[in-house]
């Protein structure tokens, strides 16, 4: 297999905006949290139309500190979706308090909302769910995903939260930016119905810091107490007790985690940002040409972008039907790679690893939708600067690939 044959599955659009930056922040001498991690949190905010931002080294540590922030408690539980990535649900374990998973919609792969109130009336009745202890708190918050860049139904879950009294984090790990229509017909960002919204700038992401994560909030108290926690509970910001404005003196309010953004990081973020919107146009453009050159193959079903929502194309998801293909997914993945390109899954449901299989009983009947996914999705490549050459070759895999097995 040639390297410069092979179509990677992800490649991050780096310039020379980005490179200098970087360069110029490690000439500076200070490599971690200070004047650029500031400026990427207040142009983040100004873009997201939230009053704070808060830069952090991950997703990960965004959803664990707005949980953190609104108050979780040993206990209690939070309603999310099966068919999402590890870290959506690994935050509620971290306070001992209990996901409660929800299947998703078949069409978007979001979380389907009329199960989640279903399970959500259950739960306020006393009545038995699977998964959830007999023994429980309240339900504290909902955590919906926006799956490979298509908006979930946040106004269905902004209604859940408000009917019963929790709290909306929204995991946009997938959005930056994505929009959705609301009730006037008017276009509005993803995260913006949230109490907490909460971003990644992973490697692969709509743009990227190589590892990072945001959450944003109109709330000053979780955006003081998100910033305090990011830094091992220490009421001032480190790089303020080491410039030359700031007090050795530092206090350490409660028992913390460490993560910060570094400087390096966002350096990287500053430009990235600032191509935003340009990333997501050019990711529509590849989204429709892969449409185009993919339609019609039997027993290929793609993905497609509702018409009151605006898709960021984190990820072009199709589903490989093998009672019509004639090829299972797993197969399908290895002579894509035999073509030299890449490919990955995007997701084993939660509810079938053996850590959520172990201890809360579930198996993969449990939530159908998700089960029956989980052996049909296969993501391919998509991001700006894949080329016609390169979109043309992805088609004519997946079709050669079809083709020869309906022969076998």
């Not at 997938?174 to 276009?187: E, N, S």
């Not at 910001?237 to 080491?242: I, L």
Request: proline fraction near 4%.
């Amino acid at each position: 297999m040639s390297d410069d044959n092979f179509i990677r599955f992800f490649k991050p659009q780096i310039g020379i905006e980005e490179i200098s930056e970087v360069v110029d922040c490690l000439k500076s001498g200070w490599l971690t949290t200070a004047g650029r991690t500031k400026k990427f949190e207040e142009d983040f905010a100004k873009y997201t139309g939230f009053s704070h931002a808060v830069a952090l080294n991950s997703c990960t540590a965004a959803l664990h500190l707005a949980l953190e922030a609104v108050g979780l408690q040993e206990g209690e539980l939070v309603i999310v979706p099966s068919m999402t990535f590890a870290a959506t649900a690994e935050v509620v374990r971290y306070f001992n308090a209990t996901p409660v998973l929800v299947d998703c919609n078949e069409d978007d792969f979001c979380m389907n909302m009329t199960q989640a109130e279903e399970i959500i009336e259950k739960i306020q009745a006393g009545k038995p769910v699977k998964g959830v202890p007999e023994k429980h708190g309240k339900i504290r918050a909902i955590i919906p995903v926006h799956y490979g860049g298509q908006v979930a139904d946040v106004l269905k879950a902004r209604e859940l939260c408000d009917k019963y009294g929790m709290y909306m984090i929204e995991d946009c790990a997938h959005c930056c930016p994505a929009f959705f229509k609301d009730k006037k017909g008017q276009w509005i960002m993803a995260g913006k119905s949230a109490d907490i919204a909460c971003y990644s700038f992973y490697a692969n992401k709509t743009i990227t810091t190589g590892e990072g994560g945001m959450a944003t909030t109109d709330n000053q108290e979780w955006a003081d107490r998100m910033r305090v926690m990011a830094l091992h509970g220490i009421s001032k910001d480190a790089w303020k007790r080491f410039s030359k404005a700031g007090s050795w003196y530092y206090e350490i309010v409660a028992p913390g985690f460490k993560y910060n953004l570094t400087d390096v990081a966002s350096a990287i973020g500053i430009h990235q940002l600032k191509k935003a919107d340009l990333f997501m146009d050019e990711r529509k453009k590849v989204a429709e040409k892969l449409t185009k050159g993919l339609h019609g193959i039997p027993g290929i079903v793609l993905p497609f972008e509702k018409k009151d929502r605006k898709h960021a194309w984190h990820l072009y998801e199709i589903r490989i039907v093998a009672s019509e293909t004639g090829i299972t997914r797993d197969l399908f993945i290895d002579k894509m790679k035999d073509a030299e390109i890449g490919c990955s899954v995007h997701y084993i449901p939660l509810h079938m690893h053996p850590y959520y299989k172990e201890k809360y009983g579930f198996v993969k009947e449990d939530f159908p939708i998700s089960g029956m996914l989980a052996s049909e999705i296969m993501s391919l490549p998509i991001y700006p600067g894949l080329t016609d050459e390169e979109i043309h070759r992805i088609c004519e895999a997946v079709k050669k690939i079809v083709k020869e097995a309906k022969k076998a």
